[in-house]
């Protein structure tokens, strides 16, 4: 089955400190991974989308990394503020689907 | 405001009702799409839309229907809503598929069944 996975639900961490959120996906053949933001209450606010051909992308303090091979991406965050926390959810489409498999995501939180 | 909006942003209802969720979106995207999302789940699919006039099912269809006459518009109705619909309702919106395409999301309808 074709799943995506984050741990831990929930991360609690200083402000200032660099961290790093993880998603694992079950099957290597995809074609892109999505990150998303979720502040209480609201939407998704996409952050970075990375195709199954690229490694990296970057977006001001967020890095987003992609392992196929391992099943693996990862989110980092540098300089970590107040105004990052929220959850973090990504979001995988594998071969042969037309639909986004969504992780339950990771709620962050910096404490001031 | 350019955007994507749904409505209502609340909304309580009894078992049986027939109940529509409306999204509306002035990119002029072609894709949009409906999830629910519910703990321990995540987001899963109820519906999407390539263009006016072209619906397809996804991962949980049961219980709603959609139709899209206008690009922009997009309304989910669950015609005899079941307890189990309860959840949050999110449309989003997309330039085309999701195969090269970030998908963008409205605020969401919180919907109460009783």
Partial sequence: KQEVTQIPAALSVPEGENLVLNCSFTDSAI????WFRQD??????SLLLIQSS????????????LDKSSGRST??????QPGDSA??????LYFGNEKLTFGTGTRLTIIP | DAGITQSPRYKITETGRQVT??????????????????????????????????????????????S?????????????????QTS???????????????????????????
């Fill in chain 2, 68 to 84: 899209r006459s206008k690009t922009e518009n997009f309304p989910l109705t669950l015609e005899s809503a079941t307890r189990s």
């Fill in chain 1, 31 to 34: 074609y892109n991974l999505q």
């Fill in chain 1, 75 to 80: 989110l980092y965050i540098a300089a970590s």
């Fill in chain 1, 40 to 45: 209480p209450g609201k939407g998704l606010t």
């Fill in chain 1, 87 to 92: 959850t973090y959810l990504c979001a995988v």
């Fill in chain 2, 21 to 66: 969720l409306m999204c509306h979106q002035t990119w002029s995207h072609s894709y949009m799409f409906w999830y629910r999302q519910d703990l321990g789940h995540g987001l899963r699919l109820i519906y999407y839309s390539a263009a006016a006039d072209i619906t397809d099912k996804g991962e949980v269809p049961d219980g709603y229907v959609v």
């Fill in chain 1, 54 to 65: 690229q490694r990296e992308q970057t977006s001001g303090r967020l890095n987003a990394s």
């Fill in chain 2, 88 to 114: 949050v309702y999110f449309c989003a919106s997309s330039v085309a598929g999701v195969l090269y395409n970030e998908q963008f999301f409205g605020p969401g309808t919180r919907l109460t069944v009783l």
